[in-house]
């Protein structure tokens, strides 16, 4: 089993910038990918970034050159940098870890972009 620990989110002013963390732990596991998703109400849950576990990222459309996906050295917390932050980025943020054992998904954690 994976645990996922989401932190970072917030209220912050359009032009500004957020830092969100994913802390994984748990039993001996391989992960193969770590990727970031946000969902709005009434909506599916979105893409954003992802990295590879050679360290190859990608993007989603609407975040390319505003977000930056990395993790630390151990490979068992992945970042995402924002910013720039729009309104049209308000929305929840899942972290996603892709192992040898399964998909396993964070708690979420609200980013409120608003002036």
């Known amino acids: 089993q994976v645990q996922l620990v989401e932190s970072g989110g917030g209220l912050v002013q359009p032009g500004g910038s957020l830092r969100l963390s994913c802390a994984a732990s748990g039993s001996s596991f391989s992960i193969y990918a770590m990727r970031w998703y946000r969902q709005t109400p009434g909506n599916q849950r979105d893409l954003v970034a992802l990295?590879?576990?050679?360290?190859?990222?990608n993007y989603a459309d609407s975040v390319k050159g505003r977000f930056t996906i990395s993790t630390n050295d151990a490979k068992n917390t992945v970042y995402l940098q924002m910013n720039s932050l729009r309104p049209e980025d308000t929305a929840v943020y899942y972290c996603n870890v892709v192992t040898g054992m399964g998909d396993y998904w964070g708690q979420g954690t609200q980013v409120t972009v608003s002036s």
């Open positions: 990295i590879i576990k050679d360290g190859t990222t």
